[in-house]
């Protein structure tokens, strides 16, 4: 069983007992945190989709870590010809989630 869930603007296929990782939540280490958006769910073949959300379909999960970082991101910048050249990067804070039941 999976199911489709629309998180802080970005959507993710979560199934229960998976880790996913998303962009920052307000939400403290050990907070359990509910998404009523849900787009889509699988039930061993059996498809539900929302129109634009799952009457009912709610997703419950649990804050792992509040600030985790992410991969590196490299930013460069270049002018050809002009001997401009500049390397930044960063890494972006995430929160690690672990998905609980799908209802």
Do not use: W
């Amino acid at each position: 069983m999976y199911a489709i869930v629309d998180i802080a603007g970005q959507q993710f296929k979560v199934e229960a007992g998976k880790e996913i990782f998303v962009n920052r939540l307000a939400a403290e280490k050990g907070a359990s945190v509910e998404f009523d958006k849900v787009l889509l769910i699988d039930e061993d073949g059996a498809v539900k989709v929302g129109a634009p959300y799952v009457d009912g379909a709610k997703v419950t999960a649990t804050v792992l870590c509040d600030t985790c970082k992410g991969k590196k991101v490299l930013v460069f910048k270049k002018k050809r010809r002009k001997g401009y050249q500049k390397m930044n990067g960063h890494r972006q804070y995430l929160t690690k989630l672990q998905i609980n039941t799908i209802a």
